[in-house]
C-alpha cells in the first residue's frame, strides 16, 4: 500500500531546511502540502480546520527538522507529526463541540442523505458523516496502512478498540450506500 | 457478536477510500508558516505561563513517580504501566464535561500541543530508555489535563497494570 506521502527528498535539501534555509523550508511545503492537507481534511471534514492543522504541521516539522535522525524515509517522519498533529486538533474539537459516538450513529441509524454519483455511490459523502474518531481510525488504517496496533498505539487506545472502529465504520458505510444506492455495494464474499 | 463486528472489515471500502482523489489547499499557507517559524526563531524566552506549565509538570511528574511508580529495573514494563497510566488519562479526559471558561480551554489547548510534541518525539525515541522517559513525561501532562480539564473531579491516581 503506497501512503501519498511516500515522495522521496534529497538528503541535502532536509539538510538545508534544518540549518534554517527558507527557500529549502519552502520547498518541502511544496512537496508535501498536498498529502498533509488531504489528511487533515479527512479527519477534519472542514477545510478551514484542515488549513490550520497543515499549519501547524509545517511550523511543528520545520522547526524541528534537527531532530530528524535519518535513519528512516523523512516522509514517514512528517506523516507521523501530521498524524499526531491532526488527532490533537480532533481531540481538541472534540472537546469544544462533542463528538457523536459511533454508537450514537449506530443507534439513529445512518445518514439520510447519502448521495448518488455518475457512478451510483458517494463514498466520500459516506465517510464524512462518521464520527470523527472512526474517521480518524479508517483513514489511517485503510489509507495509510498503519495496523491496528500502530494506531491503538497513537490514539491511546487498544488495538481492538481500531478493529473495532474500522469494522463499523465499513458497515456504516455500507448500509448507507445500499440504502440509497438500492444494490450491494460491497458483497460479501464469505 | 464482538468478534464477527472485528473480522467484517470490508476491502472494496478500503479501496475506494485509497481511490479518492488528493486534495489541494484552497490557499496557499506558506506565508502564514513562514510567519510562524520566524516568530519561533524570535521566541527564545518561553513565556511565564509556558515556564510555570513546565515546572507544574516536572512537579506532578516528581510526585506521581516516586507515589505511585514502584522502582523498575525493567524499562519495557515500566513503559507499560505508563501506557496504562496515559490510557486512564485519555479515558478520563473523553469522560470530562466540556471546558466552558476561557482560561482553561486555552489551558488545554496549550497542554496538548504539549503532549502532541511528546507524542513526536516518542515516534523518534529509539531507545527503550529514552521511551521510557518521554512515557513519564506525557503521563505527568495528561494528569494535568485531567486537573485543567474536570477540576471538579479531584485527583485521582491512575490503576497501574
Known sequence: MNSSFAIDVDAQLIEQAARGCTSSCEQLYRLFQRPVYTLAYRFMQCPDDAQEVVQDVFIKALSKLDRYRGDAPFWGWLRQVAV?????????????????SMSDLLENQLPSHVSQTSHGIDIHQ???QLPATTRAVIWLHDVEGYTHA?????????TSFSKSQVARGHAAMRSGLEYEAGFDLCPQTS | MSTNIMNNQDPSIAQALRDLPQLDCPQDQWQAIAAGLEKRKRRTVPASWVRSLSAVASLLLAVFI?????????D??????????S??????VQLAPRVSRADRAMAAAEIEDLIASVDSQLVMASGRTQQRLLWQQRVAL??????VTDPGAGFEQPRIL
Not at chain 2, 66 to 74: E, F, K, R
Request: aromatic share 4%; glycine share 4%; no cysteine.
Open chain 1, 84 to 100: 499526531n498533529t491532526a488527532l490533537s486538533a480532533l481531540r481538541k474539537r472534540g472537546r469544544r463541540k462533542g463528538e457523536m
Open chain 1, 126 to 128: 459516506a465517510y464524512s
Open chain 1, 150 to 158: 500502530e494506531i491503538g498505539k497513537m490514539m491511546n487506545r487498544s
Open chain 2, 66 to 74: 516516586s507515589s505511585v511508580m514502584p522502582p523498575q529495573p525493567n
Open chain 2, 76 to 85: 519495557t514494563v515500566e513503559i507499560q504501566q505508563l501506557m496504562a497510566a
Open chain 2, 87 to 92: 490510557q486512564y488519562y485519555e479515558q478520563r
Open chain 2, 142 to 147: 495528561m494528569s494535568h489535563l485531567v486537573s
